[in-house]
C-alpha cells in the first residue's frame, strides 16, 4: 500500500526540516513540500517528529547461556523492539557446540528467525577457536553469507587469545569485514571473583567490584594496539561502561585509528548503587560489564556528544528476576548476565538525551539509526530517510508524557531495569518496508514479517 506522511518534522543525523514523505511498494519514493500523490493512505504527522527506523546491533536474542535461555526468542524480542521504535537488529548469535564449525550457528539461528521475526534483522558471526579452517570458513561466512562482522570475547569460556585475535583481526581486514570485540581482562576478573567468593562476600555488588573499570580499560587498550599491529584494521568495541575505557579509544580516535565504539543506556543512566538496593533486587543488573559509579555518565554523553562513541545499542539479554537471575541469590557468579532493554532504548534516548539537551536530534538518529546502519554494511538502505531508502519510518510524539512500567511493554521477561522512569516523548507509530507495524504501543505487524538482510562490505568512513 502507497502512504504518503504529511507535515512532519524529518530529522536524519545532517538534517531538520518539514516536510512530506512518500511511500511505495516498501521504499521512500519521494520527499517533499506538499506532496500530491494519488495513494493508499494519508498519515497526518503534524506536530511529530518522524525518524529513521531505528538499527540496534546489539541483541541476544534465543540466546543459551547454558545455565539459562533468554526469555525473549525471535519474535517476542523483535515485537518489543517494533513498539520501541527500532526497526532493524543485527544479533550477536551465541556460542554453539565445542569445536563447532561457523556455519553450525549460522544455521540454527536462521531457523531460530526465519517465520518469527517482524522487524528486519542479520546476525554477527560467533568465534569460538581459531585455526586455519575458522580461517577459511570465515571468508565463505563474509562473501556467500553476508555477514561481514564477526565477534569476539576476551572473556568467558571461549575467550580467544592475543594471537587468535590477531589473526581473526587479519583476516578481517583483508575481508573488509569488520572485528566486534567484548573487552575485559579474563584472568583479573576470576582472581577477583575468586577471592571475594572465598571471603563469602556474594552480594550483587561484588558482582562489579569483580569487574572493575581497569578489566574494561586494559583489555580495550590490548585490542586497539592488537588491531593497529594487524595494519589497523576495523574494530568496534562493544558496549563502552567506563571513562577509562573510553580515554583509551580518544587515544586510538587522536592517532586516527580505525576504532568504532558503542554503549548502551543502561551506562548512561543506571549506576552502580542498584547492586545495593534490598531483596536481592540488585540481581536485575548483573550485566558485564556491570553498572558504574554515576561519575562515568558524563564522560559518556560527552563521548557521544564528541563523537568517540558512535553507536548506542542495547545488548539486550533478558533473564527472569524471579526465576533465572534468582540462581545467583546465594553467590553472584551464578547469576546469568544480562538484562532487557531492546524497547526502551529509543524513548530512553529521546527523552534523556533530546529533551534534557545531552545530544541534539541529530546526535540521537546519528547513534540510534545512521552510525550503526553505516558502520555494519546497512546504509543507505537501512538507517536514513532518503529517496531509494526502505521506508523504516518511526513517529516520535514529543508531547507524550510516559512513565516506563513493565506492564507497558512488550518484553518476555518479569522486569524492566528503568521502572518508573518519567519520559517525555515516545515512539506512536512505526513503519517497516511500508507496513505500520506498532501504532500506539501495540504491536499490529505480522510474524515472520521480518527479512534476513546479506549485509554488504563496510566501505564507509565516519
Not at 518489543?80 to 537488529?89: D, P
Not at 575485559?184 to 573499570?213: C, M, W
Not at 587498550?221 to 580518544?250: G, Q
Not at 548503587?273 to 548483573?286: A, Q, T, W
Amino acid at each position: 500500500m502507497s502512504k504518503i506522511i504529511k507535515n512532519g518534522t524529518i530529522v536524519t543525523a545532517g538534517d531538520i526540516f518539514t516536510g512530506d514523505i512518500y511511500v511505495d511498494e516498501g521504499i521512500i519514493k519521494d520527499i517533499g513540500i506538499n506532496l500530491e500523490k494519488d495513494c493508499d493512505e494519508v498519515i497526518d504527522a503534524g506536530g511529530k517528529y518522524v525518524i529513521p527506523g531505528g538499527v540496534d546491533v546489539h541483541t541476544h536474542l534465543n540466546l543459551d547461556a547454558g545455565i539459562a535461555v533468554a526469555n525473549d526468542d525471535f519474535y517476542t524480542g523483535t515485537v518489543a523492539a517494533a513498539c520501541g521504535g527500532t526497526t532493524t537488529i543485527v544479533d550477536h548469535m551465541g556460542f554453539g557446540p565445542k569445536g563447532c564449525n561457523l556455519h553450525h550457528q549460522v544455521n540454527v539461528y536462521h531457523k531460530y528467525a526465519k517465520n518469527n521475526a517482524v522487524v528486519d534483522y542479520s546476525f554477527h558471526g560467533v568465534i569460538q577457536h581459531v585455526d586455519e579452517f575458522i580461517l577459511k570458513e570465515m571468508e565463505q561466512i563474509v562473501k556467500e553469507e553476508g555477514i561481514p562482522s564477526f565477534k569476539i570475547y576476551m572473556t568467558y569460556d571461549y575467550k580467544v587469545s592475543d594471537e587468535e585475535a590477531l589473526k581473526v583481526l587479519f583476516k578481517l581486514k583483508e575481508l573488509g569485514g569488520i572485528t566486534t570485540v567484548h573487552p575485559e581482562n579474563n584472568d583479573a576478573v576470576n582472581y577477583l571473583r575468586q577471592k571475594f567468593i572465598k571471603k563469602g562476600l556474594t552480594d550483587p555488588i561484588y558482582h562489579a567490584l569483580s569487574r572493575p573499570t581497569e578489566c574494561e580499560g586494559e583489555a580495550v587498550n590490548r585490542i586497539i594496539n592488537l588491531a593497529a599491529i594487524a595494519e589497523d584494521a576495523p574494530l568496534y568495541i562493544v558496549h563502552v561502561s567506563s571513562s577509562l575505557a573510553l580515554d583509551y579509544i580518544k587515544l586510538a580516535h587522536n592517532r586516527g585509528q580505525n576504532v568504532y565504539s558503542e554503549t548502551c543506556p543502561q551506562y548512561l543512566l543506571l549506576d552502580e548503587e542498584r547492586y545495593k538496593v534490598p531483596n536481592n533486587e540488585g540481581l536485575k543488573y548483573i550485566m558485564s560489564p556491570p553498572l558504574r559509579k554515576k561519575e562515568n555518565q558524563a564522560s559518556l554523553w560527552k563521548g557521544i556528544k564528541d563523537g568517540h562513541i558512535h553507536t548506542v545499542a542495547t545488548d539486550h539479554c533478558p533473564f527472569a528476576f524471579n526465576k533465572d537471575k534468582q540462581m545467583g541469590k546465594d553467590d553472584f557468579t551464578k547469576c546469568p548476565n544480562g538484562a532487557p532493554g531492546i524497547e526502551e532504548r529509543i524513548p530512553l534516548m529521546f527523552s534523556e538525551g533530546v529533551m534534557k539537551k545531552k545530544i541534539s536530534l541529530n546526535k540521537f538518529v546519528e547513534v540510534c539509526c545512521t552510525n550503526p546502519a553505516k558502520i555494519f554494511g546497512l546504509y543507505p538502505k537501512k538507517g536514513t530517510i532518503q529517496v531509494g531508502s526502505d521506508a523504516d519510518i518511526v513517529l516520535i510524539d514529543p508531547n507524550l508524557e510516559v512513565t516506563l512500567t513493565k506492564n507497558m511493554l512488550h518484553e518476555n521477561v518479569d522486569y524492566t531495569a528503568y521502572e518508573g522512569f518519567k519520559l517525555k516523548g515516545y515512539p506512536i507509530l512505526t513503519m517497516l518496508r511500508g507496513e505500520i507495524i506498532a501504532k500506539n504501543n501495540k504491536f499490529v505487524g505480522k510474524k515472520g514479517y521480518g527479512n534476513f538482510i546479506k549485509r554488504k562490505i563496510n566501505k564507509i568512513v565516519i
